[in-house]
């Protein structure tokens, strides 16, 4: 899962779930990428169907920055985010 184009790789990964704009959210952390797919594909079957929840998947960079992979919600679906120009 390097980014494509840039020294910088993926060292990490996040699942979160928000119930409201700003407010908490609980998030786990793995180092490996299919774990966390696993677990955000989990976390869509448990809270998805809530027409307040935003589940994101997010990739933590070797530089310190972090990038949305992608995101769902009720109205949208699942959402795939652009991918990283470097």
């Known amino acids: 899962m390097d980014v494509m184009g840039s020294e910088r790789h993926v060292i990490g990964c996040r699942v979160t779930v928000q119930f409201s704009a700003g407010g908490p959210a609980v998030s786990g952390e793995w180092t490996d990428a299919n774990v966390a797919h696993q677990k955000f594909r989990g976390w869509v079957g448990t809270y998805g169907s809530d027409e307040r929840a ?7 960079l ?7 992979v992608k995101t769902w919600t009720k109205a949208d679906g699942e959402v795939v985010a652009p991918p990283d120009e470097g």
């Open 62 to 68: 070797s530089d310190g920055d972090t990038r949305l």
């Open 54 to 60: 935003v589940i994101r998947f997010l990739a933590d």
